[in-house]
């Protein structure tokens, strides 16, 4: 596959509670186009009982966007998956790898793993309640089920069910002993396993997930995987999203230089000011726009001071940027360059 012709599944953003929120996504589309991007993980009862709008709201800008949804009843997943297509998503996703001790108490999220035939089921409800495709995140295992072949059960299990597309985060999880930042560290990364599986299911989209740090790796784990999920380096370092479309996707394009895509974020947060959202919510998904460079320390502690305060406003943003030297703000990437430095 060409690199202009690759699908949105090529290159992604992890889901990632308390952070992938629209203002994070909004954020993320001044620096690339094309990468998918993922909600939080949204329960079935929230969605069916709660705020939908606080749930489920999000810019078109945020195009190609998918909804992540945590649950295990068929039929409300089913609701969520309709629900998902009335609300303009792009893909719905079954979360199968969150092993926080909340979503194991809703007997959803990684524990999933050990009973395959619940996922199918849900799945094949998903499928006949929207037109969307319907994916699946998961992990390669969980405690003692860990085997090679306990995976290629559960893949092709949930395939027959007509999930197309698996996100695998190439760690096995605990469900007792670690907690989930544990498991995002400790549990080895083992490629290979994802390797194989994409290998074995050759008619399947298989997405490689944990420990991608930057473009340059993402660019070589696709030389075998269907794609790649970014996940914390996204947040911490969101720069490197920048070079994607470009580098990643082929597109004849000149990445946003920093100060382009900040200035492309503000009418976006001048909205929500005025809609009473705080500026620190917003700008917190910039912190690390100047990850190494000269002026960070200044465009972070400016934003994090002031940001948090009842009145604050643009011109908190515009002091941050006054900090940061205008080579690193007007500073463009060359072919083959991640950052500018």
Request: glycine share 8%; charged share 25%.
């Given at each position: 596959?060409s690199?202009?012709?690759?699908?949105?599944?090529?290159?992604?953003?992890?889901?990632?509670?308390?952070?992938?929120?629209?203002?994070?996504?909004?954020?993320?589309?001044?620096l690339?186009?094309?990468?998918?991007?993922?909600?939080?993980?949204?329960?079935?009862?929230?969605?069916?009982?709660?705020?939908r709008?606080?749930?489920?709201?999000?810019?078109?800008?945020?195009?190609?966007?998918?909804?992540?949804?945590?649950?295990?009843d068929?039929?409300?997943?089913?609701?969520?998956?309709?629900?998902?297509?009335?609300?303009?998503?792009?893909?719905?996703n079954?979360?199968?790898?969150?092993?926080?001790?909340?979503?194991?108490?809703?007997?959803?999220?990684?524990?999933?793993?050990?009973?395959?035939?619940v996922?199918?089921?849900?799945?094949?409800?998903?499928?006949?309640?929207?037109?969307?495709?319907?994916?699946?995140?998961?992990?390669?295992?969980?405690?003692?089920?860990?085997?090679?072949?306990?995976?290629?059960?559960?893949?092709?299990?949930v395939?027959?069910?007509?999930?197309?597309t698996?996100?695998?985060?190439?760690?096995?999880?605990?469900?007792?002993?670690?907690?989930p930042?544990?498991?995002?560290?400790i549990?080895?990364?083992?490629?290979?396993?994802?390797?194989?599986?994409?290998?074995?299911?050759?008619?399947?989209?298989?997405?490689?997930?944990g420990?991608?740090?930057?473009?340059?790796?993402?660019?070589?784990?696709?030389?075998?995987?269907d794609?790649?999920m970014?996940?914390?380096?996204?947040?911490?370092?969101?720069y490197?999203?920048?070079?994607?479309?470009?580098?990643?996707?082929g597109?004849?394009?000149?990445?946003p230089?920093?100060?382009?895509?900040?200035?492309?974020?503000?009418?976006?947060?001048?909205?929500?000011?005025?809609?009473?959202?705080?500026?620190?919510?917003?700008?917190?998904?910039?912190?690390?726009?100047?990850?190494?460079?000269?002026?960070?320390?200044?465009?972070?502690?400016?934003l994090?001071?002031?940001?948090?305060?009842?009145?604050a406003?643009?011109?908190?943003?515009?002091?941050a940027?006054?900090?940061?030297?205008?080579?690193?703000?007007?500073?463009?990437?060359?072919?083959?360059?991640?950052?500018a430095?």
């Open positions: 596959m690199a202009a012709s690759r699908l949105p599944h090529t290159l992604s953003v992890a889901p990632m509670m308390d952070w992938t929120d629209r203002h994070c996504r909004v954020f993320h589309r001044t690339t186009r094309r990468t998918l991007l993922y909600t939080e993980m949204v329960t079935t009862g929230a969605i069916l009982h709660g705020d709008e606080r749930h489920l709201g999000f810019s078109a800008v945020e195009h190609p966007v998918a909804l992540q949804l945590g649950g295990s068929p039929a409300a997943l089913a609701e969520c998956a309709r629900i998902a297509e009335d609300w303009g998503y792009d893909e719905v079954l979360n199968c790898g969150c092993p926080s001790d909340r979503v194991q108490s809703g007997a959803f999220g990684a524990c999933l793993m050990a009973t395959p035939d996922v199918a089921r849900a799945v094949e409800a998903m499928r006949g309640a929207t037109r969307l495709p319907v994916t699946v995140k998961h992990r390669i295992g969980i405690d003692d089920l860990d085997s090679y072949a306990h995976l290629t059960r559960f893949v092709s299990t395939a027959a069910a007509g999930c197309e698996f996100i695998v985060h190439a760690r096995k999880a605990w469900l007792s002993g670690l907690s930042k544990e498991n995002r560290e549990p080895p990364l083992r490629y290979e396993v994802v390797r194989q599986l994409g290998a074995d299911f050759p008619g399947l989209t298989v997405v490689l997930n420990g991608v740090l930057t473009l340059e790796a993402a660019r070589e784990h696709l030389t075998w995987a794609g790649v970014i996940g914390r380096a996204a947040y911490g370092d969101p490197l999203l920048a070079t994607a479309d470009r580098d990643v996707f597109e004849d394009v000149a990445p230089t920093r100060r382009e895509a900040i200035e492309a974020f503000l009418p976006y947060v001048a909205a929500q000011l005025e809609q009473g959202q705080p500026l620190n919510r917003m700008m917190k998904h910039t912190l690390g726009l100047f990850a190494g460079q000269p002026g960070a320390r200044h465009w972070k502690r400016t994090s001071e002031e940001g948090h305060r009842p009145a406003g643009l011109d908190v943003v515009r002091r940027l006054a900090g940061v030297p205008d080579s690193v703000l007007d500073a463009r990437p060359g072919v083959g360059e991640e950052q430095v």
